[in-house]
């Protein structure tokens, strides 16, 4: 993949993904951090590296997620109060 973000954006649920990709020995390339494609001599360094940016990675993407879906309902209201904001489906 691309961005790890593109996997699901979700704290809790992207690290549980990475566990059992981790258990059913599935290797997960990240293109966009080659760091963590990188094979490394120290196994257990390698595993301790992969899991701190994986983690900081996914915190990072659910806390964007968060700040746009509040960007997105500041914006809304903004627009209610000015009246160019309807609610419902789009026609």
């Not at 599935?26 to 899991?51: A, C, H, T, W, Y």
Request: glycine share 4%; charged share 30%.
């Amino acid at each position: 993949m691309e961005s790890l973000d593109c996997l699901v954006r979700k704290y809790d649920h992207i690290i549980q993904i990475v566990q059992q990709f981790n258990q059913k020995e599935i290797g997960l390339m990240v293109l966009n951090f080659p760091i963590l494609n990188q094979e490394l001599r120290d196994l257990s360094l390698q595993k301790l590296i992969r899991n701190i940016i994986v983690q900081l990675l996914s915190w990072t993407a659910e806390n964007e997620r968060e700040e746009s879906k509040q960007k997105q309902r500041q914006g809304i209201e903004i627009a209610k109060k000015k009246g160019h904001y309807k609610e419902g489906p789009l026609k």
